[in-house]
């Protein structure tokens, strides 16, 4: 998976990570976040099957404040 923030979004906004939702743990790849911060990537295993409620850690640079994001992704397993 693919997470990159659009051009409009303050630059002051990068990536910090994935929580690790219990009951997944092994679903995802650790996160590569790109030196900007402007860009994340991770795999998922697909092996579950339903929405997978798992959050995108980011901050902000300038307040130092902290957001979680669930992007609501749906699982197609194997």
């Not at 910090?16 to 994340?40: C, H, K, W, Y």
């Not at 998922?44 to 300038?62: C, E, H, K, Y």
């Amino acid at each position: 998976m693919n997470y990159t923030f659009s051009a409009t979004t303050s630059p002051d906004y990068i990536f910090e990570g994935i929580t690790n939702v219990q009951g997944l743990e092994g679903q995802f790849s650790a996160p590569s976040v790109a030196v900007d911060g402007r860009m994340m990537t991770f795999s998922d295993w697909n092996s579950v099957n339903g929405t997978i409620n798992f959050s995108l850690q980011i901050a902000n640079r300038s307040s130092g404040a902290r957001h979680l994001h669930d992007p609501e992704v749906v699982n197609t397993g194997h």
